[in-house]
């Protein structure tokens, strides 16, 4: 007989946010992985304005800020263009 694992608070916490989703996605979402990534990813993108969260009574909505999103991508991508960059030319210099 083999022993179940134990769920972490994260599973906990994403299996009872995802308590109307499909079976497939929940299990998905309420893995060990994909728990510990959207309990650290969710509020970063929250607090970075990609997902804005909206009150509609009692019941949340989130949408996502797309206009945002790709401002962040465009920050994130010159900042790794820039420390490439600074890598080459640091290796060059060796």
Known sequence: M?????????????GAA??????????RLSSRWGSLLIVILFPVMV???ILQIFWNGWM???SVNEERAG???????HKL????????ESWNHK
């Open 2 to 14: 083999t022993r179940r694992k134990r769920k972490t608070v994260p599973q906990r916490i994403v």
């Open 18 to 27: 995802t308590l109307g989703l499909p079976s497939p996605i929940r299990k």
């Open 47 to 49: 607090a970075l304005g």
């Open 60 to 62: 949340p909505t989130v």
């Open 71 to 77: 401002e962040v991508r465009e920050e994130v991508r």
């Open 81 to 88: 263009e820039e420390r490439t960059a600074q890598a080459a």
